[in-house]
């Protein structure tokens, strides 16, 4: 019996910044991709909090990867929203998280930052 690929795009392996972010877990995290393709990324979920709820098979996760500055331009950053698909842990001990990526588009990194910020005040009372 033959192997099959059934990776439908090119998988690169790089490791960017990325913002984490769920309603159904209340948080956002700094985080690190691992690698990612066109339809899947790879996420270090190992972010600045020491423990941070790990998302459950099934649900939908937004991640904004920051892409490197270009001295022309503003910086940019990939907003894509995606699946949880499998949940592995590495040789370091920490989750590794694939996403199946529903959506992906280029954005302005700092509006996205300084909207989420303006946000956050808002939304910590609503916790209180």
């Known amino acids: 019996m033959k192997n099959i690929n059934r990776r439908e ?22 985080m690190y991709t691992e690698n990612m393709s066109r339809s899947s990324v790879l996420i270090a979920w190992r972010g600045a909090d020491a423990e941070l709820p790990i998302p459950s098979m099934g649900q939908i996760v937004t991640v904004e990867i920051e892409l490197p500055a270009n001295h022309g331009f503003d910086q940019k950053c990939i907003h894509c929203q995606g699946t ?35 946000l956050q005040p808002a939304a910590s009372s609503w916790m209180a």
Do not use: G
Not at 9 to 26: D, G, M, Q, T, Y
Not at 89 to 109: K, Q, T, W
């Open 84 to 118: 949880v698909m499998r949940i592995t842990n590495s040789a370091e001990n920490f989750p590794l998280i694939a996403l199946r990526v529903n959506y992906m588009d280029f954005r302005s990194f700092h509006d996205r930052i300084r909207a989420f910020e303006a």
């Open 9 to 30: 795009s090119l998988r690169i392996e790089i490791k960017l910044s990325c913002h984490v972010s769920s309603p159904a877990l209340w948080m956002q995290s700094a």
